[in-house]
């Protein structure tokens, strides 16, 4: 049954089935399927319908007829309106019973490949307190709840905090989050706290005025943490700041400030200034120490990122003779991870300074037998670089979520290395990946693995060995 909402159709007592992409559930609807936000599986509700296309529609609750036996109370007050962690309200083991599904469905329905019975999800040991990184951004004009909107008081609109969904201008003010262990709580409310009592001008990000524009909190398994603050403006007041960040949390060993007066909020094109401590803080696997700079990239929930680099020196069966390619090394950690296994590992990024930091960490754990290439994938990895470097006995790939170009599936069918190991964040395009690698390749082991609790996102491995 349906009714209107305005210009808007409204369909009652729809019935969620289960879980769809992108975290969104699916119901159907006289053969219609829609996909629906922040319901779980087995809810009766109404929904707003918000798009509608031939094939299918989307929309969002309007009323709770009757919850699902499976929902739990979400612990995050933030629940809802951020958009971080859109699964609290679905127990963890169901949340990895999706997840798992998740690469099934994508395996079997894109790459319809033949395939080995699929491994167990490995889900993580912690469900929170599990993020390495943190990003926050201040507002002079900050998202107001309904029920602050419901006070009718003339509210204080500075606030640090995340993005809403959707809304490049729009903050959510954080009072606690559940993503990162302490101190990081204490020092964005502290930050946010001195901030306003010293006057110090938060950042209209229509207007582009103010000062104080973001917040990043770092920290790594050996207890390390590094702050940068980004400023728009040089003033006398922001060594207010960082002094009292100083003071106040000495367990913050890298303080640095960044200067950015552009439009947005990205400074990998600017320089980072050190205000007290080192310029870095240190990551550690097994001994294999890695150097995290401002700029770097590192797994953000590290100690799954372990489980997961484990299940990929598995997967790769080194004996310690081997060649190895690391593709999309980023600052190469896969590749200094599984150096002291292999005869030789090849890295090959696309990001200059991560390929930097790659070096750097051979350096610091005293590998010789590694080599790191920038530039774009499919413009390095050609017959010229082949004709030039002894091919690889393995092969692994762990490509961004748009997966690998057509050029570079193309090469490692010329290439015809004896195993490609496919690490990916996306189940969907390595899916679409492995489909064009079967004229040559054979699945023969795959293990999805949980890198972000409370989340739809999945990682997945698979190996693949050359046909006979």
Not at 19 to 45: H, L, Y
Not at 153 to 171: N, Q, S, V, Y
Not at 386 to 396: F, K, L, N, S
Request: overall charge negative; charged content about 25%.
């Amino acid at each position: 049954m349906a009714k209107y909402r305005g210009k808007k159709k409204v369909l009652e007592q729809v019935l969620v089935e289960g879980i769809a992409a992108e975290g969104k559930c699916i119901a159907r609807v006289d053969e219609q399927v829609i996909f629906i936000e922040k319901v779980a599986p087995g809810d009766v509700v109404d929904v707003l319908i918000t798009r509608k296309k031939p094939s299918f529609m989307e929309g969002t609750p309007v009323k709770f007829h009757s919850y699902s036996k499976d929902r739990v109370e979400p612990f995050c007050e933030h629940f809802g309106t951020c958009g971080g962690c859109k699964w609290q309200h679905i127990p963890y083991d169901i949340q990895l019973k999706y997840k798992h599904q998740q690469v099934v469905d994508n395996l079997q329905r894109i790459a319809k490949v033949e395939l080995p019975e699929i491994s167990p999800i490995m889900g993580s040991a912690k469900t929170q307190y599990y993020r390495n990184k943190l990003e926050y951004t201040f507002t002079n004009w900050k998202w107001l709840t309904q029920e602050e909107i419901e006070t009718g008081d003339e509210l204080d609109r500075r606030a640090l905090g995340f993005h809403i969904p959707g809304r490049f201008d729009k903050i959510l003010q954080i009072h606690n989050c559940y993503h990162q262990p302490d101190p990081s709580n204490a020092i964005r409310l502290a930050t946010e706290k001195f901030c306003k009592e010293n006057d110090i001008p938060f950042y209209d990000l229509v207007k582009k005025t103010g000062n104080v524009r973001n917040l990043i909190i770092r920290n790594s398994v050996k207890n390390e943490w590094m702050v940068i603050v980004q400023f728009a403006l040089e003033d006398e007041k922001n060594s207010l700041l960082l002094e009292f960040l100083k003071t106040e949390f000495p367990q913050i060993t890298s303080l640095q400030f960044v200067i950015n007066d552009k439009p947005n909020e990205t400074f990998h094109d600017l320089p980072v200034q050190v205000y007290s401590g080192k310029d870095f803080i240190m990551e550690e696997m097994e001994g294999i120490q890695f150097k995290v700079g401002p700029k770097s990239f590192y797994q953000t929930n590290a100690e799954q990122a372990y489980e997961l680099y484990k299940v990929t020196r598995d997967f790769a069966g080194l004996t310690g003779d081997e060649i190895v390619y690391d593709l999309y090394t980023g600052t190469g950690t896969i590749a200094n991870f599984v150096a002291n296994s292999a005869r030789q590992v090849v890295g090959i990024e696309y990001v200059e300074a991560a390929i930097e930091d790659a070096k750097v960490n051979s350096e610091i754990n005293g590998l010789e037998n590694t080599l790191f290439y920038a530039g774009d994938m499919k413009d390095i990895l050609n017959d010229e670089f082949m004709a030039e470097h002894t091919r690889p006995d393995v092969i692994i790939t762990d490509p961004p979520r748009a997966g690998m170009h057509q050029d570079v599936v193309d090469m490692l069918l010329k290439i015809e290395a004896k195993k490609i190991v496919y690490v990916s964040c996306n189940p969907a395009t390595q899916a679409r990946d492995i489909g064009w690698l079967d004229s040559k390749y054979k699945v023969t082991r795959v293990q999805p693995v949980d890198m972000f609790p409370q989340t739809h996102h999945v990682e997945n491995v698979v190996l693949l060995e050359l046909k006979v």
